[in-house]
């Protein structure tokens, strides 16, 4: 067995800081954006504007669990450094703001923006309070916007601009499609929660929606499916372009709890078309093999065809009880996707974290090549001055990257949270790549040049910074 202690993997590895006080300090993250003091889960309406990157996220401004949903608001210029802005939709006594999408109307097709103006959309689903007094228990979509580039918001007279008298009809996600054979148009999709269906509708102003075409259940239907997206992405190395589309579902994910499914095909303008449509749920290919990343959408407005996601970095298994009271919950780093074929004849989303380039204190990074030749197994150990850690395990043999989370600190809160979780490496040759960022309570690793991905939470009682790589015997 060999065994080394690296203390700095890269200059960019940095001891822990802190950034708040009391004993949980250090499990604050300081690039993977957090609330200040509530509750946050699902990004919503993220959209790139003017070199302002806006991510809106699900918010409790009220306390530190889920519920009086609403629209927090944080703002970045860099995607590494986020500012936390007020509120921008509040909870009302009969309405709540659900999951959805935003948009730059820069052709002012809802006629919001006056001379002068750019207007940015938010469709949200408005999940409509026992106290509502005639759409009480429903889920419809709606339109806010801002004329001040996100400070302030209007919500739009005329809500809902669609409804299916369904309670569980939500997270629109809206797009401008450029049909090659007329004028182009704004597509949404959204689900039929229960119904594990993506439901896609056409619009030439946000306000009038018609049915396109209706996808699924296909591939993992364990749980409700939830935050749809869809978009198009180059495959490396071709000429070819494909269509990805992303469902979130909960329960069923692959490392049980929530998950995110991706199904690559093509998009007509009317129908989404997958590769693969009835393999199954072992058929399925997963953004994230962790226990802890959960409805990712892609920021709109984003030049030169670059495809940039965020997700939510926990698991409604036991996400209300995770312990970092008064905030709770992080989302992940920023994810830049692409497409590449691989040896097997199938074109794979491929994921790469958007880090900081300056050294910054509280944020690990390691950057490992692990022997694999002969089937060789290697444990990759993160470690700190306290006694936690977690056990990532590379074996070549079993083309498998395991990460044992059953010792990292705090994991009696929640009997679903001690986990060890595998994802598939698709490609192994003489050596495996790892990228492992540890930044507080957020582990993310990403394997064999981001065809794999594991998001975890830990909770040490000191932080990870250091990282032993050993080699030992074949399981």
């Known amino acids: 067995m060999t065994d080394t202690t690296v203390d700095r993997a890269r200059d960019r590895?940095?001891?822990?800081?802190?950034?708040?006080?009391?004993?949980?300090?250090?499990?604050?993250?300081?690039?993977?954006?957090?609330?200040?003091d509530t509750w946050l889960n699902d990004p919503n309406g993220l959209v790139l504007h003017d070199g302002t990157w806006h991510l809106f996220f699900q918010n409790n401004p009220e306390g530190g669990t889920h519920g009086n949903l609403s629209?927090?608001?944080?703002?970045?210029t860099d995607l590494v450094t986020w500012t936390e802005q007020p509120v921008a939709l509040r909870h009302?006594?009969?309405?709540?703001f659900f999951s959805g999408s935003?948009?730059?109307d820069d052709r002012n097709t809802a006629g919001f923006a006056g001379p002068g103006q750019t207007a940015l959309v938010a469709i949200y689903t408005s999940a409509y309070r026992p106290a509502h007094p005639t759409l009480a228990g429903r889920q419809a979509q709606s339109l806010a916007y801002s004329l001040d580039d996100g400070r302030t918001w209007t919500r739009y007279e005329g809500n809902p601009v669609l409804d299916r008298a369904s309670a569980n009809f939500r997270d629109p996600k809206v797009f401008w499609y450029d049909d090659v054979a007329g004028p182009g148009y704004w597509v949404m999709?959204?689900?039929?929660?229960?119904?594990?269906?993506?439901?896609?509708?056409?619009?030439?102003?946000?306000?009038?929606?018609d049915h396109l075409s209706t996808f699924g259940p296909a591939h993992a239907t364990g749980g409700v499916w939830e935050c749809p997206d869809l978009f198009r992405l180059p495959v490396r190395g071709t000429d070819r372009t494909r269509w990805v589309m992303i469902v979130s579902l909960n329960p069923g994910g692959v490392a049980g709890g929530s998950g995110a499914?991706?199904?690559?095909?093509?998009?007509?303008?009317?129908?989404?078309?997958?590769?693969?449509?009835?393999?199954?749920?072992?058929?399925?290919?997963?953004?994230?093999?962790?226990?802890?990343?959960?409805?990712?959408?892609?920021?709109?407005?984003?030049?030169?065809?670059?495809?940039?996601?965020?997700?939510?970095?926990?698991?409604?298994?036991?996400?209300n009880d995770t312990p970092?009271?008064?905030?709770?919950?992080?989302?992940s780093l920023p994810r830049e996707l692409g497409l590449v074929r691989t040896p097997d004849g199938r074109d794979r989303v491929v994921q790469r974290p958007v880090l900081p380039q300056e050294d910054r204190e509280g944020l690990v990074v390691h950057e490992l090549e692990i022997p694999a030749e002969g089937g060789r197994r290697h444990e990759i150990v993160l470690h700190g001055e306290g006694p936690d850690a977690v056990?990532?395990?590379?074996?070549?043999?079993?083309?498998?990257?395991?990460?044992?989370?059953?010792?990292?600190?705090?994991?009696?809160?929640?009997?679903?949270?001690?986990?060890?979780?595998?994802?598939?490496?698709?490609?192994?040759?003489?050596?495996?790549?790892?990228?492992?960022?540890?930044?507080?309570?957020?582990?993310?690793?990403?394997?064999?040049?981001?065809l794999t991905t594991l998001t975890q939470i830990v909770f040490p009682s000191a932080p990870l910074t250091q990282v032993t790589v050993r080699e030992v015997a074949a399981a």
């Not at 800081?17 to 609330?35: D, I, N, Y």
């Not at 449509?277 to 030169?304: C, E, K």
């Not at 970092?324 to 989302?331: E, F, G, N």
């Open 13 to 36: 590895a940095a001891t822990h800081g802190t950034t708040e006080h009391g004993s949980a300090a250090h499990l604050r993250p300081v690039a993977h954006f957090a609330a200040r």
């Open 71 to 76: 629209w927090g608001h944080a703002t970045s």
């Open 92 to 96: 009302t006594a009969t309405e709540e």
């Open 102 to 104: 935003a948009v730059v």
């Open 189 to 209: 999709l959204a689900v039929e929660a229960v119904d594990r269906q993506v439901v896609l509708y056409r619009s030439d102003d946000l306000k009038q929606w």
């Open 261 to 319: 499914q991706y199904f690559v095909g093509d998009f007509d303008g009317t129908t989404f078309t997958p590769d693969r449509p009835g393999d199954g749920p072992q058929g399925a290919d997963w953004l994230d093999h962790g226990r802890d990343y959960y409805a990712p959408v892609s920021f709109n407005g984003v030049p030169d065809g670059r495809r940039v996601t965020v997700g939510w970095a926990s698991n409604w298994d036991y996400a």
């Open 324 to 331: 970092t009271a008064p905030w709770r919950s992080t989302m």
């Open 391 to 450: 056990v990532l395990t590379v074996d070549a043999a079993a083309r498998t990257l395991t990460s044992d989370r059953r010792g990292s600190g705090d994991v009696g809160f929640h009997p679903g949270f001690p986990s060890v979780d595998t994802a598939p490496l698709h490609d192994v040759g003489t050596t495996v790549d790892l990228t492992v960022v540890v930044d507080g309570c957020v582990l993310e690793v990403y394997a064999c040049a981001g």
